[in-house]
């Protein structure tokens, strides 16, 4: 039993709340926002290296031994997503300290940035089905203050969609787990994986999976994404930021954990559906990413297509493409963060969502050109950056196993995000420029830093791909395994 398991989600519950008695004390909030997301990193990164060590590690609240009490369980899969979503949590944060004002600021903000924070690692690390409901409820519950946050007219038009289609989801999922919880009798996960292997996947067992598959295809944005663009454009740059690099992956694990843990003794049927699910949300957010002029709805697109590439790993279920698909997952965390900010910047300095009213910016911040440059090579897979190995990795897979649809899929899709972003470039960054040097706004150093921070991060990502990939091997290894994980969860200590 290992008590540092719980921290990434306790310690910024705790902060979160302790923020509501100090609403005027902007400074106060940020520091301790930041510090808690700096501990949390430090905590992630030894838990991953003592899973290297000494296996899995979890923690059994109120001394109740599972299966009967509940667990956190931490893997490599799920301290790979902490660790980075307390990164690019982090560095949100330093963005939002000088973008996104002081009357947001008194309105709670930094309290429900470290409740989602809270929410997505629990998530991540509950070995309960049920927690892992009340994990994203938590997690939503924050998101819809923050996407609603300052009250503007398309925000409150915007959110009232995001609510209702969450709250309908979250509906589906409830009755998920009520159905799977009266076939099996536990709410385990590693005990749901031991219960379903005895038993074998009944006919009902597979239609429970089908609604698990619709609930989390709608939590992640897959095919189920027609809410996303809308929701995700209209929040401030920073909180934007955070959604498009951690919403989605929420939903992404859950996928990830269930198809691997659960339901994988009748892939010809769920993985099927998953197939085509991903193959339909490439074909979707292909077409979305070229289709639009506002550099909002560009960007939020190209989530839409990651969900999609991401997904057909766990679809071919190979050793090779889920190690692609997790590295990917790495990679988009980062790099989707960076192009919200990226983009939230280029609005803010021209005052313009729109990329046909942007020309020569590259004249006046050079710095933001070249790191948009580096980010839109890396989100097409261009080598030696980060998105480039879970790209291979998941071509691999797709080729080992005959799939040679989803690979045309998967690498059309790259070239619609380099066309996508390549026209992005070219229209806002060169030709005349727009900003007259008296019009020019002063870049900030609290925009350029995160940004900055981030474009590193994406390139030590793919150059250091030799020392990350052990943990991605250790974690893509586990959930091919089940019984590795029901091993380190039931056996008693």
């Known amino acids: 039993m290992n008590n540092l398991v719980v921290l990434p ?20 909030q940020r520091w301790i926002s930041f510090i808690v997301m700096i501990g949390n990193i430090g905590i992630a990164a030894y838990l991953l290296h003592l899973n290297q060590i000494a296996g899995i590690q979890r923690i059994d609240f109120s001394g109740w031994m599972p299966p009967f009490g509940i667990s956190f369980v931490a893997d490599s899969f799920a301290l790979i997503l902490v660790l980075i979503t307390s990164l690019v949590a982090a560095i949100c944060l330093i963005y939002a300290f000088s973008s996104i004002g002081e009357a947001r600021e008194k309105m709670y903000f930094y309290s429900f940035v470290n409740f989602l924070v809270a929410g997505v690692n629990g998530s991540f690390l509950t070995g309960d089905l049920f927690n892992l409901y009340v994990c994203f409820e938590i997690m939503l519950l924050a998101s819809y203050v923050l996407i609603a946050l300052g009250g503007e ?57 089908i609604v698990f598959l619709t609930v989390f295809a709608l939590k992640a944005g897959l095919l189920l994404y027609f809410w996303l663009p809308g929701s995700y454009s209209i929040a401030p ?166 799939s040679y649809i989803l690979l045309a899929l998967a690498f059309l899709s790259s070239i619609f995000v380099l066309y996508s972003l390549l026209r992005v470039f070219l229209q806002c960054f060169w030709g005349e420029t727009i900003i007259s040097s008296e019009d020019e706004i002063p870049m900030k150093n609290g925009w350029m830093i995160p940004c900055a921070i981030l474009t590193i991060g994406t390139i030590v990502l793919g150059l250091g791909a030799e020392f990350i990939f052990p943990y991605v091997s250790d974690a893509a290894n586990t959930l091919l395994n089940p019984s590795d994980y029901i091993d380190a969860v039931l056996t008693q200590d």
């Open 237 to 402: 740059t920073a909180i934007a930021a955070l959604f498009g690099a951690l919403l989605t992956k929420v939903g992404i694990y859950a996928m990830i954990r269930v198809f691997t843990l659960f339901f994988y003794h009748d892939p010809s049927i769920t993985h099927t559906f998953i197939t085509v699910l991903a193959a339909l949300t490439l074909i979707g957010g292909s077409i979305g990413a070229v289709a639009y002029k506002d550099i909002r709805l560009i960007v939020t697109y190209n989530v839409v297509i990651a969900v999609g590439f991401i997904l057909v790993g766990l679809a071919v279920a190979t050793p090779e493409a889920l190690e692609g698909s997790i590295y990917y997952l790495m990679h988009d965390m980062i790099v989707k963060a960076l192009l919200f900010l990226l983009a939230g910047t280029m609005i803010s300095v021209t005052g313009t969502t729109r990329i046909d009213e942007m020309s020569g910016l590259i004249r006046n911040y050079p710095l933001l050109g070249w790191m948009f440059f580096i980010v839109m090579l890396s989100l097409a897979g261009v080598p030696p950056l980060s998105g480039f190995i879970g790209k291979v990795l998941v071509g691999q897979g797709t080729i080992e196993t005959g």
């Open 153 to 209: 007219k398309v925000q409150l038009r915007e959110s009232i969609k995001y609510v209702l289609i969450n709250v309908l989801s979250s509906w589906f999922f409830l009755v998920a787990i009520a159905y799977l919880y009266g076939a099996i009798g536990t709410l385990n996960m590693a005990h749901i994986s031991e219960r379903i292997a005895e038993s074998g996947q009944t006919p009902l067992l597979t239609v429970i999976s």
């Open 9 to 28: 989600m306790v310690i910024p519950v705790l902060a979160g709340i302790l923020f509501v008695f100090f609403r005027n004390q902007i400074k106060l």
